[in-house]
Each structure stands twice: as structure tokens, then as C-alpha cells.
């Protein structure tokens, strides 16, 4: 993007190699983990409601969605979807996947600081995404430091973004793991491979950050070349 001759695009190389790695891997790892069926039989979504009915939140739904690895809890009308492998499964990868889930449900009662700050900010990052690159584009063809400061801005709220889902992946997994244990809802051994899945799903994020890190400083090198 912007034009030819740009070699900054170099510094999005590392990135690149980190982010298609992390997409291999947590599909190597679901997919291997999913054929793995737990010793107790529950499904997905049987963990997920016994956790949240445990956590006092019998008020949070659960609902089947379309497409794989499409999980997620929806904090603005309190609902847990999941996609339908992860649902209906009684997969070791299933259930780790439920857990995490319920783990945002469970943030979102306790209203835990990081995922309140990324809520209060999603309008922010959506905004910086989409308008930060035509904003800095707009300000290399007219030559306006302006703009690019104004595009760099609007990208600098997508990188925090990411970087406060950090801890909020991290802690939601932490807290899947301990509650599988304390319900012994998987074995020593299930929850090991728990923990690889859900290890595998968070460095998506710890790609996802760094590519914006990086972006961050080609548009800051680019911006120092127009001085």
C-alpha cells in the first residue's frame, strides 16, 4: 500500500511469518484435540452452562452459531455462542473452547478492568481500523504531515485494542483451566490438551498485536521520510 518503492513493507515480514503461524496452529492443534473425547461425555455447551450456572449467571444464554472457531461472548445482551463443533462436541478441543467462553461471561459479571477498557474502546478501534490508513494515504499524496499525524492516531486506538485483548484472552483461559480442574470436568491428561488449544488460540493475539506494532512503526518511519 501507498506506493512503489516502499521498503518498509520489509518490517511486516516477521508478522506475517508469526500471524500465518499462529492461523496453522491453533488449526493443527483444534483439529487434533477434537478427536479427542473426554472421559465424562459432556458436551460443549453442557461445561458452558454448568460453569455459568456455578458463576450465579443463569441469566447468560447459550446459542449454536454457524462456521468453525466462530466462538464468542457477546457482552452487550449477555449470550454465549458457540459454533456448532464446539457445542455439540465432546471433544477435549470442545469443551477447552466452552470453558474460555464462559471465561469472558465470567469476566463480564466481575467486571474485570481489562475487558470493561476493550469494551469502552471497540467503538474506537473499529474507527482507527478503517480510517487510519486512508487518512495517511490522503496525507502522503498532498504532502500533509497533518493527516498522516491524524492517521497514525486513529491507528495508534486499534493497536491499543489489541493490546488490552491480551490479558483478557490470557486471563478468560486461566480461568478455563481452573474451573475444568476444580470441576473435574477433564482429566490430567484432557486438561493438558486443554491448555494447548487454548495456548495455540492466544498467540492468534500475540500475532495479531505484533502486526500492529509493526504497522505502527512503517507508518512512523514513513512519516519521519516526509520531514
Same mark, same amino acid.
Request: glycine share 8%.
Given at each position: 500500500?501507498?506506493?512503489?518503492?516502499?521498503?518498509?513493507?520489509?518490517?511486516?515480514? &516477521?508478522?506475517?511469518?508469526?500471524?500465518?503461524?499462529?492461523?496453522?496452529?491453533?488449526?493443527? #492443534?483444534?483439529?487434533?484435540?477434537?478427536? @479427542?473425547?473426554?472421559?465424562?461425555?459432556?458436551?460443549?455447551?453442557?461445561? *458452558?452452562?454448568? /460453569?455459568?450456572?456455578? %458463576?450465579?449467571?443463569?441469566?447468560?444464554?447459550?446459542?449454536?452459531?454457524?462456521?468453525?472457531?466462530?466462538?464468542?461472548?457477546? &457482552?452487550?445482551?449477555?449470550?454465549?455462542?458457540?459454533?456448532?463443533? @464446539?457445542?455439540? %462436541?465432546?471433544?477435549?478441543?470442545?469443551?477447552? @473452547?466452552?470453558?474460555?467462553?464462559?471465561?469472558? *461471561?465470567?469476566?463480564?459479571?466481575?467486571?474485570?478492568? &481489562?475487558?470493561?477498557?476493550?469494551?469502552?474502546? @471497540?467503538?474506537?478501534?473499529?474507527?482507527?481500523?478503517?480510517?487510519?490508513?486512508?487518512?495517511?494515504?490522503?496525507?502522503?499524496?498532498?504532502?500533509?504531515?497533518?493527516?498522516?499525524?491524524? %492517521?497514525?492516531?486513529?491507528?495508534?486506538?486499534?493497536?491499543?485494542?489489541?493490546?488490552? #485483548?491480551?490479558?483478557?484472552?490470557?486471563?478468560?483461559?486461566?480461568?478455563?483451566?481452573?474451573? /475444568?480442574?476444580?470441576?473435574?470436568?477433564? #482429566?490430567?491428561?484432557?486438561?493438558?490438551?486443554?491448555?494447548?488449544?487454548?495456548?495455540?488460540?492466544?498467540?492468534?493475539?500475540?500475532?495479531?498485536?505484533?502486526? *500492529?506494532?509493526?504497522?505502527?512503526?512503517?507508518?512512523?518511519? /514513513?512519516?519521519?521520510?516526509?520531514?
Amino acid at each position: 500500500m501507498f506506493y512503489w518503492g516502499d521498503f518498509t513493507y520489509i518490517l511486516l515480514i &516477521p508478522g506475517m511469518i508469526l500471524a500465518f503461524y499462529a492461523q496453522s496452529k491453533v488449526k493443527s #492443534t483444534f483439529a487434533k484435540f477434537s478427536r @479427542v473425547s473426554t472421559s465424562g461425555g459432556l458436551s460443549g455447551a453442557q461445561v *458452558a452452562r454448568a /460453569l455459568l450456572d456455578d %458463576g450465579g449467571l443463569q441469566d447468560v444464554a447459550i446459542e449454536q452459531v454457524a462456521g468453525r472457531l466462530s466462538d464468542h461472548y457477546d &457482552p452487550r445482551i449477555k449470550k454465549l455462542r458457540l459454533s456448532s463443533e @464446539v457445542y455439540h %462436541g465432546t471433544s477435549v478441543a470442545s469443551v477447552g @473452547v466452552a470453558a474460555h467462553e464462559t471465561g469472558h *461471561a465470567l469476566q463480564h459479571a466481575n467486571h474485570y478492568v &481489562p475487558l470493561s477498557l476493550r469494551n469502552t474502546i @471497540v467503538p474506537v478501534a473499529q474507527l482507527g481500523s478503517t480510517a487510519a490508513f486512508p487518512l495517511f494515504f490522503i496525507g502522503l499524496l498532498m504532502r500533509s504531515g497533518f493527516f498522516m499525524d491524524l %492517521g497514525i492516531i486513529f491507528f495508534m486506538g486499534a493497536l491499543v485494542f489489541q493490546l488490552v #485483548t491480551l490479558p483478557v484472552e490470557f486471563n478468560a483461559s486461566r480461568r478455563a483451566v481452573y474451573l /475444568l480442574e476444580k470441576r473435574h470436568f477433564l #482429566t490430567a491428561r484432557e486438561l493438558d490438551g486443554a491448555k494447548h488449544v487454548l495456548s495455540a488460540a492466544a498467540l492468534t493475539y500475540v500475532a495479531a498485536a505484533a502486526m *500492529a506494532a509493526l504497522q505502527l512503526v512503517r507508518l512512523l518511519i /514513513l512519516r519521519g521520510n516526509r520531514d
